[in-house]
């Protein structure tokens, strides 16, 4: 979105006028009847209390989203609350007053040099405010704080009627099932532990070093533990499909047709009976190599299980418990603020309080979860492999924590493919701005920066030569082009989901072949695309030729 910064044209109420100081023609009256501003001592206060929750369990079973129908709901109240800004900045100290100071002098500015200075100032104070706020996420926040980090709503004043509106009709409550978090959610799941922190670049704060490494390796252990535990949670699944199996086969083995003509005796076995018959006992082998392998998995599990016991009580008293304390929760919260610059990008608005001038919100393109899935979901229709990962020959599907921010970028990022411990089942974790100028490229972008990290990780060392990145490379280097090889991949692949899967020819011709064999569309999109020109009609009858000898 533009940066540009405009005059203020909302209306303030006039309770938070009269808070801020600000003299309106409504706040005249009552300014009569009041004495003014109340004093920040006397108006916040802090809550306290702390909540603990478990690490979270990957559901390896689901293979698609649900479809999405309802949205939004009915209209929450929230946004009449008169003492809404007095809420927000409640309890927060000296961030709130300095908030609360160069909001003042930012709405009151006239002169356009000052109006942007106070502006940059306000930005950063912001941040420290929200970092304030942040801090008590594991707690149960009043509802504006977490609408605050929720949506960016300093003031409802500063929203139109219908953008008001709009807000309030999102659902608050995670009915979906799927790890799509706005950040006051995802802040409070880091808190409780549930969650690891998002990994950084920064350098951590030094300790011992040998503490240090048996921290590392209390990590690492807890990670193949729970890379363990995925594998066989996938085992077990395949165990009830075969045993579903068996239980049709022998329901088939055993319903005999009889015969009529010597009183109704059972008949021998059937063609089909026959067929079951063998196919029983290959269910039976399975299930045989099967129960080896789970009890092979039980029997790891067991040996982790007991390795992360003597690792623990030998770090005497360490930082090893699944709780954080609330350093580790801003510092993530600063990592979700890089995540917005990320999706912001340079030349974007970086303002972060939501203001009606600057956003454009509708039901329909609002960056919600329930949009969001929606768009991931019509995405993974397209690119059937986008959130399958295989680790030692088991293929999962493992869709990413989603973090939804409060801000007006435009594009989708990845921060990580997987956690660093647990590659084989850890989600990765991507963000999407919620209030973009086209919801369907920032997640479409998000997804294409995912796709081509966990490729590129998958692919290590070899990474230009091998896969998906090395043939895209190869043809970037034959192209002599300059810049950063990712980012015109994830430009690419939004024109291959947006543009080429309709049948309308974007890509250049190399590039629209290494997609076509590398990100397949499904089977029912070539059919139709094979029918909209030349190019895909050759690389259709590619497949033919493909499926007819080894392949390449």
């Known amino acids: 979105m533009s940066s540009n910064s405009g005059p203020f044209s909302g209306e303030l109420d006039p309770d938070i006028a009269s808070l801020m100081g600000i003299s309106t023609e409504k706040t005249a009256s009552k300014e009569t009847a009041e004495t003014g501003a109340p004093k920040f001592n006397d108006l916040f206060t802090e809550e306290a209390s702390r909540e603990k929750g478990d690490r979270e369990f990957v559901d390896l079973s689901k293979k698609h989203f649900e479809v999405i129908t309802k949205t939004v709901e009915n209209p929450k109240p929230f946004f009449n609350d008169k003492a809404y800004y007095k809420k927000v900045l409640s309890g927060e100290g000296e961030p709130a007053t300095k908030l609360h100071q ?30 304030s706020v942040a801090s008590k996420a594991g707690r149960e926040l009043p509802v504006p704080k977490k609408l605050l980090l929720r949506y960016g709503v300093v003031s409802p004043s500063f929203l139109s009627r219908e953008q008001r509106s709009i807000l309030s009709k999102l659902i608050l409550e995670n009915r979906t099932g799927e790890p799509v978090h706005y950040v006051d959610e995802w802040l409070k799941k880091v808190a409780s532990g549930s969650v690891r922190p998002s990994a950084t670049d920064e350098v951590k704060q030094k300790r011992d070093n040998s503490n240090q490494q048996l921290l590392d390796k209390i990590e690492n252990r807890r990670g193949q533990r729970e890379a363990e535990l995925g594998l066989l949670r996938s085992k077990i699944i395949r165990l009830d499909d075969l045993e579903r199996d068996l239980q049709d086969q022998v329901k088939l083995l055993v319903n005999h047709d009889t015969r009529d003509d010597y009183g109704g005796l059972k008949d021998s076995f059937n063609p089909a009976q026959k067929n079951a018959l063998s196919v029983i006992n290959s269910i039976l082998h399975n299930l045989s190599k099967m129960d080896k392998d789970i009890n092979e998995s039980y029997s790891k599990l067991a040996g982790l299980d007991s390795e992360v016991e003597a690792l623990t009580n030998k770090a005497e008293g360490a930082e090893v418990g699944g709780s954080v304390d609330s350093r580790t929760v801003v510092s993530e919260f600063n990592t979700v603020r890089q995540m917005a610059k990320l999706c912001v990008g340079r030349q974007g608005n970086h303002f972060p309080i939501l203001m009606k001038q600057y956003a454009r919100i509708n039901e329909r393109d609002i960056g919600n979860r329930e949009n969001v899935i929606n768009e991931m979901a019509a995405v993974e229709a397209l690119d059937n492999g986008l959130f399958l990962r295989t680790f030692k020959g088991q293929t999962n599907r493992i869709v990413p924590h989603v973090i939804l921010i409060a801000s007006y970028g435009d594009n989708g990022i990845c921060w990580e493919p997987f956690e660093r411990f647990n590659r084989a089942t850890s989600r990765g974790r991507i963000a999407i701005p919620m209030y973009s100028k086209n919801l369907k490229e920032a997640v479409v972008s998000a997804l294409a920066d995912l796709r081509w990290q966990v ?7 070899y990474w230009m030569e091998e896969g998906i990145t090395g043939r895209y490379f190869q043809w970037f280097d034959s192209q002599r082009l300059r810049g950063d090889v990712k980012d ?25 072949g290494i997609f076509w064999r590398h990100i397949p569309f499904p089977q029912a999109v070539k059919d139709m695309l094979k029918n909209r020109g030349f190019v895909y009609n050759e690389l259709y009858k590619k497949d033919i030729n493909i499926s007819k000898s080894d392949g390449y």
């Open 455 to 461: 490729a590129k990780e998958k692919a290590q060392h």
């Open 488 to 512: 015109y991949f994830i430009r690419d692949y939004i024109l291959w989901i947006t543009k080429e899967s309709q049948g309308t020819q974007k890509l250049d011709r190399e590039v629209r």
């Open 102 to 131: 160069l909001l003042t002098q930012f709405l009151n500015a006239e002169d356009p040099q000052d109006r942007s200075m106070y502006r940059g100032r306000l930005v950063a104070a912001y941040w420290d405010f929200a970092a």
